[in-house]
């Protein structure tokens, strides 16, 4: 079973069961399986490791997590700098040596630049100063459950984080990576001006920190997910008739108390990473429109396997951000249809109040994923994305066609 079975006095015991295992396995099984992207964090300047008792070695990490941000900023306004006194080869660098007679081409490409710039720098921004200071809160909420799981779904819960840790992991250096390498390589032997290919690498490169952002929060908010499961498991079993409710109302009231603290860990996902949703999802849907429109309407053919692949690589980051944080969505109804049923079986009579009582827990807390309370984040933003996508795509097109018109 994925949750201990109940004893007598079950909210004392289990308090104290929560201070013992937070000071000693908690942690230490949270940081393993959550290692791999640590540790990567920690190579491009942001430090989510626990703070080290060496106080000289914590230094020296602050130190360098602060060079890295310098280094960025100095970076992304370089950038800028090039990209104001090469609009015009750019321009022509997207959509032919006709994209300088099209103002809609020359916003274009200054929306998206702007876009780019202000995003990964901002990426980088969000996560040293909100997403690492908020991370361990995140992680003492995940080890609060740690009393309430059963020995052997405890081990499996963090070998599953742990290897989808080593997942993300393997996605950003090959999605990042590859993305540099098409966007380059297909460049190096053409006309194209140094300064113009070194942004594009730039651009592709500084990808990492969203990308690892939304790896920390897919990997979190799948955690979440399989406790809202757990639960649901345990209230499924509950309908065998052969099961022996010793202690039905004791079993309720550790149920209601673990469902609490998995909420719980919703609301440290919304506190770490609300900020970084925020920021990303709008990110992203202005790129995909961008991307779209350098996909379809330019008439330079030399860039498009680049194109395309940037293109794909914008909607699969949406499409995990947005799948999810719907799957908590999804585990939590769960929850609440087997307590629906659970209610209404003539054989749990006897604990009606009970249930009627978590039920009504789980209906006025039941969480949802959202950007700092903006707009939730789920799959509806996908169609949503879909349609505002199209639109704009065929605004800019009628521009487009119209300014070439009046070429002619």
Known sequence: ?????????????????????????????????????????????????????????QKWKKIFCVISLMIHAAFTLNLVQIFQGQLSEMTSFYFGEDGNQSTTALWNVIIDVINFEVGCFGAHWIMYFFIKKRWASLCDAFQLLVPLFDAEFYKEFHAKLRRCSYYGLACIVL?????????????INTETTFNIKFMALSQAFFQIYHVLSITLFAIASYASSISFQSIALKLNGWK?????????????????RYYVLTCQTVDSIHHCFGWSLLFIVPHLFVAIINASFYWFAKTNENNS???????????????????????????????????????????????????????????????????????????????????TTLTYYFILRQFHSSEKKSFR
Request: glycine share 6%.
């Open 1 to 57: 079973m994925p949750i201990r079975a109940a004893t007598v006095g079950a909210n004392q015991e289990t308090s104290e069961t929560i201070v013992s295992v937070n000071n000693g396995t908690a942690g230490k099984y949270w940081n393993w399986s959550m290692h791999p992207l640590i540790i990567f964090s920690m190579l491009i300047g942001v430090d989510l490791t626990v703070p080290s008792k060496n106080s000289c070695r």
């Open 175 to 187: 999605g990042v990576g590859s993305l540099s390498i098409i966007g380059v390589v297909p460049n």
């Open 240 to 256: 065998n008739p052969q099961a022996l409710d010793l202690r039905p109302n004791a079993d309720l009231i550790l149920l209601k």
């Open 305 to 387: 396997a680049s194109e395309i692949a940037f293109f794909f690589f914008l909607l699969i980051n949406l499409f995990v951000v947005c799948t999810t944080s719907d799957r908590v969505r999804i585990q939590s109804e769960r929850v609440l249809k087997e307590l629906i049923r659970l209610r209404i079986e003539p054989r749990h009579n006897h604990c009606r109040k009970q249930v009627h009582e978590l039920l009504m827990q789980v209906v006025l807390n039941s969480p949802r994923i959202s950007a700092l309370g903006f707009f939730n984040v789920s799959k509806k933003l996908i169609p949503t994305m879909i349609g």
